[in-house]
């Protein structure tokens, strides 16, 4: 009979000490050794850790592993761009590495597909299978920088932000979210600055909240729209949560943080003739005039089957003209890795869709259950 062994990956901090403690009959300091391990090092190999005495790394041989999702494919932008399929069970998610002059982000995937079905995403497209685990999320920036650090004689930067921006909404797995973002804090772990770690959210104002005085890192918001009607037209889960309810959520959590030192990131995907006429500028600046903002504009990323233009460039620049005349920081996202499918709302992955229900309640114009788990 085959023993199941514990990912160790799956445990934060607190998580692993508890089951040292419970599970091996070890003190705290033992699971510290291993994590800085596992983190520090890489390290995967309990025969490797070498400061841990050969009855642990016996005990942990036989009943726990390190076990992070693996590449099963790799593509090279001509920008520096990598893009990861990572297998996760039977299925595929994607990650993404972006590098600049200054930092190199890596943008990590939370579910297998989505389920919110937001208009203008090739992601949502595919639909949704499940929640990552613990050791799913985390295991991306573990594989991630294990591949940076083969590579590393090519000069490539090491991970210095993480933005939970790929696959699937954050905050619809929260019980996985909230370790996975602890690991990538803890000194133990990748050791990151709060401020360099940002979640994305499109509205699930029920996980936001339970983030709000639990875990100090910095928020985007996927507002994409000025108004109710727009906004629910392009993503369903306004019916949900509206704009009102979510700014106040987010007015919530800015106030709790010092990650987003009193402002947030506004996300906002410009479609051509859909969402960036001039009076859709004056109407977001109007409703954001109270929330303290950074506006990133976002022009669309096309994707096979898609109903959507990116704006022209004249309109792109109006729009943000117009924005910046009411005193927000106005960027306009860089493209990157667009030839290799890697941008913004290009992320696709392999997923088996379990939502052929909820696609047809969408189509009949039912209520879509949305809710942080």
């Known amino acids: 009979m085959t023993t199941v062994k514990t990912n160790l990956l799956d445990f934060d901090r607190k998580g692993l000490r508890k089951y040292f403690a419970e599970e091996l009959g070890e003190k705290a300091f033992r699971a510290d050794q291993v994590m800085k391990w596992m983190y520090h090092f890489g390290c995967d ?27 099963s ?16 069970g039977d299925q595929d998610v994607e990650t993404v590495y972006i590098p600049d002059e ?22 949502a497209q595919q639909g949704f299978n499940r929640n990552l685990r613990v050791s799913e999320i985390i295991g991306q920036v573990w594989r991630a920088a294990k ?19 790929g696959m699937g909404e954050p905050l619809l797995n929260m019980k996985n979210l909230i370790p996975a973002l602890e690991i990538m804090l803890d000194d133990l772990g990748f050791g990151l600055s709060k401020r360099r770690v940002t979640v994305s959210t499109s509205g699930v104002v ?3 909240d339970q983030m709000t005085g639990n875990i100090d ?6 507002l994409h729209a000025p108004t109710d009607e727009l906004r629910s037209s392009i993503m369903p889960i306004n019916d949900r949560y509206n704009i009102e309810t979510f700014l106040d959520s987010v007015h919530r959590y800015i106030e709790s943080s010092n990650a987003n030192r009193g402002r947030v990131t506004i996300e906002y995907v410009l479609l051509d003739h859909v969402n960036d006429d001039m009076d859709h500028a004056r109407q977001l600046g109007e409703l954001l005039k109270n929330t303290p903002s950074k506006i990133n504009l976002i022009p669309f990323n096309p994707y096979p089957g898609s109903p959507y ?13 117009t924005l910046m005349e009411y005193g927000f920081t106005v960027t306009v996202r860089k493209t990157r890795g667009d030839d290799i499918d890697a941008a913004c709302g290009q992320l696709v992955g392999d997923v088996i869709d379990r939502t052929k229900r909820t696609q047809g309640k969408a189509q009949k114009g039912e209520q879509i259950p949305v809710k942080a788990v």
């Open 73 to 88: 494919e790799a593509q090279h932008s001509s920008d520096g761009t990598i893009k990861w399929a990572m297998r996760v």
């Open 45 to 71: 190999d309990f025969d490797d850790m070498t400061n841990i005495n050969k009855k642990l790394r016996e005990k942990l041989k036989a009943r726990a592993e390190v076990r992070a999702p693996v590449v």
């Open 217 to 222: 890192v910095a928020l985007a918001i996927s």
């Open 206 to 208: 029920s996980g936001l």
């Open 102 to 123: 200054d930092r190199a982000t890596l943008c990590v995937s939370s579910q297998v597909g989505c389920a919110l079905e937001c208009k203008f995403c090739s992601t």
């Open 147 to 165: 591949e940076i650090g083969i590579e590393k004689e090519t000069g490539r930067r090491p991970i210095t932000n993480i933005v939970m921006m």
């Open 309 to 321: 233009k990116k704006p022209s460039n004249s309109r792109i620049d109006r729009f943000m003209k």
